[in-house]
């Protein structure tokens, strides 16, 4: 008889940049595996712990615990050198000691030099009307995956596969960077020469991680899902075409992990108090104002990735409702909440007008999208400082009634409340593993 499944799903349910990475860090201390299963090294996730800031941009957040595998699933493009300096940089702090502390999927794609050289190309063709890509590849990479022409993991472990694919796929890309791009090409045997030194330190690590999974899952293992954007930049269900190029939520999970469905049991979605978004795109509740320049400064509102400013803006009902809806969300982890502190009221978009007209949902088309005005409510805020509460009840009561509404408004609890960038400053209301 097989053991209890406990799986729980980590997501961002707006335009990324949710916290996921503080709360996957919090929930991976009773976690066995942490796994990423979509996007690639244009998520960055911020952990601060004791004080010592770390950002990851392939390795899930699990990193900081012993205890916890973390696995990178084949839905994930992998840039080599990328995660092979992650690696080394998290060993050198005396993290991932242990030669089984990672596990890499064989079937993940890579990015290689070429669909930089393309993302960055085309995104200056572009002009004004770019998409904010950050230029790593991704794009590209999953091109060449759903055209049947990527380069996967487990042929940078064959050299001799991996140098005949590499020299095939250089050909087309460079005809494609001078004809389409007006780019100079790039040279087949110096990329060859620093892959293949990225391939001999990465093979240890890859593996079927499907397999992998599905039995830690059986065997009533702790398994940990984690979400690398948010819902908003999926390419089914987001602000198309300003999103990334996988799908972010929790129906991606089955097929970028390689796990059944039925085998994942509780989705946390992640949420900031307020709203963020990096790059181009609609964004109704956008503050270009004193109001949006204290969230960006009291939030250190910077992308972890690029360093760009993030545009800031009031909570988005709206957005948030669809995104419950697409993940069949469990409970909320709020997170930033003490940001909002010292600000004299603060606004909750619940719905929009188009063309004089109430509408509760997100218009298909981004022109549209692009001029919904929102509607508010306005609430007051809070003056006290909430970042070393310990309990929901020492919170303001202002702070625990806008809590309330958006429970409401979402029609699902928060169980996780963040009260600051720490470990220790979080509230947990409800424990997912304990679903």
Request: aromatic share 6%; hydrophobic share 40%; charged share 25%.
């Amino acid at each position: 008889m097989s053991a209890p499944l406990s799986s729980v799903a980590v997501v961002g349910l707006q335009w990324g940049d949710e916290g996921k990475g503080k709360i996957v860090d919090l929930l991976s201390a009773r976690a066995d595996l942490v796994v990423r299963f979509q996007g690639g090294n244009n998520a960055g996730h911020t952990l601060v712990v004791e004080g010592e800031q770390t950002v990851l941009h392939l390795i899930p957040s699990g990193a900081l615990h012993a205890r916890s595998v973390c696995v990178i699933g084949g839905g994930v493009v992998v840039d080599p050198g990328v995660l092979v300096e992650e690696y080394e940089g998290l060993r050198k702090r005396g993290l991932l000691s242990d030669p089984g502390a990672l596990r890499i999927s064989q079937e993940a794609h890579l990015i290689l030099p070429y669909h930089k050289a393309i993302d960055l190309a085309r995104e200056h063709a572009r002009g004004k009307g770019k998409i904010g890509t950050t230029g790593r590849g991704i794009g590209p990479a999953y091109e060449d995956k759903f055209a049947r022409i990527g380069i996967r993991m487990a042929d940078l472990c064959d050299p001799g596969v991996f140098a005949a694919k590499l020299r095939e796929n250089l050909e087309e890309k460079n005809a494609y960077l001078a004809a389409m791009l007006d780019q100079g090409g790039l040279d087949y045997r110096s990329m060859l020469d620093e892959l293949s030194g990225y391939a001999s330190k990465l093979a240890p690590f890859v593996c079927d991680t499907s397999a992998l999974l599905d039995h830690a899952l059986r065997d009533g293992k702790r398994v940990l899902f984690e979400g690398a954007q948010g819902m908003m930049l999926d390419v089914d269900h987001g602000s198309y075409p300003f999103v990334t190029s996988s799908n972010t939520g929790a129906a991606g999970i089955a097929a970028g992990a390689g796990v059944a469905p039925k085998l994942v049991k509780t989705v946390v979605g992640i949420s900031k108090a307020y709203t963020t978004r990096v790059g181009s795109g609609p964004f109704p509740t956008e503050l270009d104002d004193d109001t949006g320049e204290h969230l960006r400064r009291a939030g250190g509102e910077f992308g972890a990735t690029t360093g760009r400013p993030r545009r800031c803006g009031w909570f988005d009902a709206v957005v948030l409702s669809k995104a419950v809806r697409l993940n069949g969300v469990d409970s909320i982890a709020l997170t930033k909440l003490d940001v909002l502190t010292a600000l004299p009221s603060i606004q909750i978009c619940t719905g929009y007008k188009l063309d004089g007209y109430s509408i509760d949902a997100i218009p298909a088309q981004v022109a549209d999208y692009e001029r919904v005005e929102p509607v508010y409510e306005q609430w007051p805020g809070w003056e006290e400082d909430i970042s070393g509460v310990g309990s929901l009840d020492e919170l303001p009561e202002r702070a625990r009634n806008y809590i309330c509404r958006l429970e409401e408004l979402l029609g699902v609890p928060v169980g996780i409340v963040s009260t600051g960038p720490g470990r220790d400053q979080t509230l947990i209301l409800s424990d997912p593993f304990a679903g």
